[in-house]
């Protein structure tokens, strides 16, 4: 279905369309802009012109103006750890661990005495 013609001679849709003619880079509010200055008196609702705009420039086959994509913060993937292997242990020296927490009666005991052994063995 056809539109109607508007009764003051404005058609909006007409008026993008031969701007856009004129100059095919124009945005829609440069165009809008022009709209304003050749119409000074008419009421022009900018969102109505951005759409009009729109279908003009689909109308006169102009492609969308894609800019470059914005890229996201490229997420630094780490690798993990290795994790410390467990250790082998002899039955021999884990029965002797034993005896030895059993003599000295306690295990905090013993980790203590081990440690004063160490430490005079170092020096």
Do not use: H, W
């Amino acid at each position: 279905m056809a539109k109607k013609r508007s009764a003051n001679g404005f058609n909006m849709a007409a008026e993008i369309r031969s701007l856009l003619e004129e100059s095919r880079d124009l945005s829609g509010k440069e165009v809008y802009a022009g709209l304003k200055k050749k119409f000074p008196k008419q009421d022009i609702n900018e969102s109505s012109c951005g759409v009009a705009f729109s279908g003009a420039r689909k109308k006169l086959g102009i492609s969308a103006k894609r800019g470059k994509k914005r890229t996201t913060a490229k997420t630094t993937v780490r690798k993990m750890k290795p994790t410390a292997a467990a250790q082998a242990v002899d039955l021999n020296a884990l029965q002797a661990a034993a005896k030895f927490v059993s003599e000295v009666g306690d295990a905090e005991k013993g980790i203590a005495a081990i440690r004063q052994l160490r430490s005079l063995q170092f020096q």
